[in-house]
């Protein structure tokens, strides 16, 4: 049978109620650009949103898509940790095969914190071998094999991956071990700096098939995409770190950007709610200049500890 199931693609994202707004945002993103007109599958893995707000993340998506919601409690995370702009939900992407239909083999996990800006077609069909998971290589990976301890408690893995967007091969992840090896991990080093991405990269440790780094870009830090040609924008781009676009605080070069496609969905801010941003925007990039040399500023855009 073929990879894509007669054209369909399934597509799982995990978060909660907070999280209602960057769901609908990314989905849309990725429906916007099925340009190869496939039928694409979103199984959200969730936790505390109503049907209220299940119905108004789904009212945001263009046409007939189709969007599962798959009951995932946080609270049997509350024993691990996060950063702080990150959900307990996060670690949901380690129970992946257990609320899927049982003849899917294979699907694409995405982060809410990005934006689809290609026809994943080609991304859904890449070639995994034998490899349980296909993944982009994570910047950090230099910072990581360096021995000035920069980077001091992130396993030391051959190479280390982004776990913002994973293509999963279900019976080898489930035959490889992976989500027991994780949270194997987990457990011996819960506070490890990058949780559940850190378990991932230690249960596929060799073992991964490496994406093309188009399909989740990170430096979104000093890189205006709306600015770029269209056909050298990256197929995705990953807003890492708490660095979010949709932020006032973060000062983000995308932040008009993001918002175009916010403003699609049903969850688009009014005028004066955006009209109140612009003070705020002001002050926020008045205190960074007041309080942070630039020095400060370029370390952390090139070193930045950056979180799937």
């Not at 995405?110 to 993944?135: K, R, Y």
């Not at 000062?251 to 004066?272: E, P």
């Not at 009209?275 to 020095?295: E, H, Q, T």
Request: with cysteine; hydrophobic share 40%.
């Amino acid at each position: 049978m073929s990879l894509d199931r007669i054209g369909e693609m399934h597509i799982v994202l995990a978060g909660d109620s907070r999280y209602a707004m960057q769901l609908a945002t990314t989905m849309r993103s990725a429906v916007e650009a099925n340009r190869s007109g496939r039928t694409l599958t979103f199984y959200v893995l969730c936790d505390d949103i109503s049907p209220q707000l299940r119905e108004r993340v789904h009212r945001s998506l263009p046409g007939p898509t189709s969007v599962r919601w798959v009951p995932v409690t946080a609270s049997q995370f509350g024993h691990l940790a996060t950063a702080n702009h990150i959900s307990p939900m996060t670690f949901a992407r380690l129970t992946i095969p257990d609320g899927l239909p049982p003849d899917i083999r294979r699907v694409l996990y995405l982060d809410a914190d990005l934006l689809v800006l290609d026809d994943l077609g080609s991304l859904w069909n890449f070639p995994m071998e034998d490899a349980p998971v296909a993944a982009v290589l994570d910047s950090l990976d230099p910072l990581i094999h360096r021995n000035d301890h920069s980077m001091a408690g992130v396993p030391r893995v051959e190479r280390y991956f982004n776990a913002g967007v994973l293509l999963i091969d279900i019976p080898r992840w489930k035959s490889c071990g992976v989500a027991d090896r994780a949270l194997t991990y987990l457990a011996m080093n819960p506070a490890s700096p990058f949780s559940d991405q850190d378990a991932l990269n230690v249960a596929c440790d060799g073992q991964w098939a490496t994406l093309p780094a188009r399909w989740n870009f990170h430096n979104h830090f000093e890189t205006a995409i709306e600015d770029l040609p269209p056909n050298a924008r990256p197929g995705i781009v990953h807003f890492v770190t708490g660095v979010k676009p949709w932020r006032p605080a973060s000062c983000s070069v995308n932040a008009s950007f993001y918002g175009s496609f916010r403003d699609r969905t049903l969850f688009a801010r009014t005028r004066f709610e955006k009209l109140c941003d612009v003070p705020k925007n002001c002050w926020y990039r008045l205190k960074r200049s007041l309080l942070r040399p630039a020095w400060r500023v370029a370390v952390r855009h090139w070193g930045a500890a950056r979180q799937s």
